[in-house]
């Protein structure tokens, strides 16, 4: 992949979030998630790439939104959304909830070199039960929401250690003085490396 506008806006839009708990409705023009109580949201557009005229298209899905129950809905406007998207959701009521840049660096010839941590600092990839809670305590103090149902912290675990040595990724947590202090997940998919969830506990 070259680090081109266009080529990074492609890789960031095919890029769709999706827990393995949360209910998918998708269609050819946009795909909806139904959170899990978990996440500290509970309804979200995660595609949206109508084939007809742009407010006949946000009423398709506001209604089939509607139909869930929450009163909210956040919807996601990325680089490759259609234009006059932003305007047309704003003129409805919407506003602005948070404000993501999207960065890119090129692997291909090593990592980048990076500060040395000044306190010490341990790393583990979550391949147990103990660390995946221990990720998804980290995870509320950034994001919200609550700690999943055990069950939940469970798979994860199952899931990431199976990923990991596979190359397809996972997520590591570090700790300060044997406290959690900090997670983050990568997934690599055709060969790009998506980073999620990165966050640090505030003390």
Do not use: N
Not at 101 to 119: F, I, K, M, Q
């Amino acid at each position: 992949m070259t680090l081109s506008t266009t080529a990074v806006a492609a890789a960031g839009a095919a890029w769709v979030w999706t827990p393995d708990d949360a209910e998918v409705v998708e269609t050819a023009e946009y795909t909806i998630l139904r959170l899990p109580e978990h996440v500290a949201f509970d309804l979200s557009v995660a595609s949206f790439t109508p084939a007809g005229p742009l407010p006949a298209a946000v009423d398709a899905v506001l209604d089939r939104a509607r139909a869930f129950g929450p009163p909210i809905l956040d919807w996601q406007v990325l680089v490759g959304s259609p234009t006059g998207l932003a305007a047309e959701l704003a003129g409805r009521g919407g506003r602005v909830k948070l404000g993501l840049e999207l960065l890119a660096a090129d692997l291909s010839g090593g990592a980048p070199p990076l500060r040395p941590p000044t306190v010490d600092v341990s790393l583990r990839w979550v391949t147990d039960v103990a660390t995946a809670r221990d990720a998804a305590a980290v995870e509320v103090t950034g994001f919200g929401g609550a700690l999943p149902p055990e069950a939940r912290i469970e798979a994860t675990a199952v899931k990431v250690a199976k990923a990991l040595p596979a190359g397809e990724g996972g997520t590591v947590v570090a700790y300060v003085d044997g406290e959690p202090a900090g997670c983050g997940g990568v997934s690599v998919v055709d060969g790009v490396a998506r980073l999620t969830g990165g966050v640090v506990a505030p003390p």
